[in-house]
């Protein structure tokens, strides 16, 4: 499976951004997918997970209110939508598939692979 994220940039602190990531592949709809970031200088961090169905979701602490993690299984299509950005947002977001079909929803990095190529997101202050 590929997988190709989409929709960063430079924003100022308060605008929103809608990322998406786009996978190849016929068996989409039966694995989980995550959103995960590396900011400046760290590393990588789990953001948001939705399961293989999209009726479970999870995010980490600090943006649980702000994003939304959505997926269509009919467009191959996971979605990050993060509005009230805040400087310290600004990271590389991957994408990537869980290892195991119809798995629960999980935040280590241990339990994904294919990961995509990261898109930059960077909030002004």
């Known amino acids: 499976v590929q997988l190709q994220a989409s929709g960063g940039g430079l924003v100022q602190a308060g605008d929103s951004l809608r990322l998406s990531c786009a996978a190849s592949?016929?068996?989409?709809?039966?694995?989980?997918m995550g959103w995960f970031r590396q900011p400046p200088g760290k590393e990588r961090e789990f953001v948001a997970a939705?399961?293989?169905?999209?009726?479970?979701?999870d995010y980490e602490d600090s943006v649980k209110g702000r994003f939304t993690i959505s997926r269509d299984n009919s467009k191959k299509t996971v979605s990050l939508q993060m509005n009230s950005l805040k400087p310290d947002d600004t990271a590389v977001y991957y994408c990537?598939?869980?290892?195991?079909?119809?798995?629960?929803?999980?935040?280590?990095?241990?339990?994904?692979?294919?990961w995509g190529q990261g898109t930059q997101v960077t909030v002004s202050s």
């Open positions: 990537a598939r869980s290892r195991r079909p119809f798995d629960d929803i999980r935040r280590g990095e241990q339990f994904y692979e294919d």
């Open positions: 939705i399961n293989w169905r999209g009726a479970s979701t």
């Open positions: 592949g016929r068996t989409f709809g039966d694995y989980g």
